[in-house]
């Protein structure tokens, strides 16, 4: 399954990133590392999701009831969830930091060769 919040952030010639070739990279990854990764004696994956977000945060300064700035920061972030075994049995949330879920920073304007290096290296870790 793959979650996907289109992205605003425009490349260098203005052009806005391919939410089409982005979405194929990520189905691509789910194909590859499904039937792929696995650890020695232990369960097999049953459930593996990207999560492609555009995450925003807008700051405002006042003083004396007047805006004197304001500021706007964008960025981009995967997701990855996998869990082992079968859904009877989950696998979130056991051994503290071993929770399934892994989140990391995509670079401001989005790529299919960005997206498809952090789904491998997210996935991995």
């Known amino acids: 399954m793959i979650a996907w919040l289109a992205a605003t952030a425009l490349a260098a010639d203005g052009t806005a990133p391919d939410a089409q070739a982005l979405e194929d990279v990520l189905a691509g990854a789910i194909e590859r590392y499904r039937g792929g990764l696995e650890l020695p004696e232990a369960p097999e994956i049953y459930h593996l999701r990207y999560q492609l977000l555009e995450l925003g945060q807008v700051d405002v300064q006042a003083s004396m009831g007047s805006i004197i700035s304001t500021g ?10 996998i869990r082992v075994g079968e859904p009877a049995f989950d696998n979130t949330g056991f051994g ?3 929770n399934g879920f892994v989140r990391a920073v995509l670079p401001e ?13 997210s996935t991995d870790r």
């Open 96 to 98: 503290g930091w071993q």
């Open 109 to 121: 304007v989005l790529t299919p060769e960005s997206v498809a290096v952090e789904a491998w290296r």
């Open 72 to 81: 706007r920061d964008m960025t981009h972030a995967l997701g990855v969830e």
